[in-house]
């Protein structure tokens, strides 16, 4: 099939035509209510984690007076722990690890 550059011109001038025929009756037609915009809010609680949480984030890793304090008392000999907590904490450490 063979096309002739005279009916090409044909096809550009009907679409031409059709797309300002097209523009002009969006012009013309009523405009679209705006669009509301999302909306987000936050309540109390969730105020409150993102406190809890960025305090958190912002505490040292490690209490330095803290570990100063328990090194100073271990070379002093100040530091002692009953031999039921320390029963305790085997204990507890044995239940978690048949748990895991």
């Known amino acids: 099939m063979i096309i002739s550059s005279q009916q ?6 009907t679409y031409g035509q059709q797309l300002k025929t097209g523009a002009a009756a969006r012009d013309k037609g009523p405009t679209p209510p705006p ?6 809010t936050i309540s109390e609680e969730g ?4 406190l809890a ?3 958190a984030k912002e505490a040292p890793e ?3 007076s803290r570990v100063a ?3 100073q008392a271990v070379s002093d000999g100040s530091y002692n722990v009953s031999d039921a907590d320390i029963a305790e904490k085997m204990l507890g450490r044995s239940l978690v690890d048949k748990i895991k």
Do not use: C, G, T, Y
């Open 62 to 64: 490690v209490r330095e």
């Open 8 to 13: 090409i011109q044909s096809v550009l001038k």
């Open 53 to 55: 949480l960025k305090a």
């Open 69 to 71: 304090a328990l090194k």
């Open 47 to 50: 105020r409150a984690f993102q």
């Open 35 to 40: 669009v509301e915009k999302d909306k987000m």
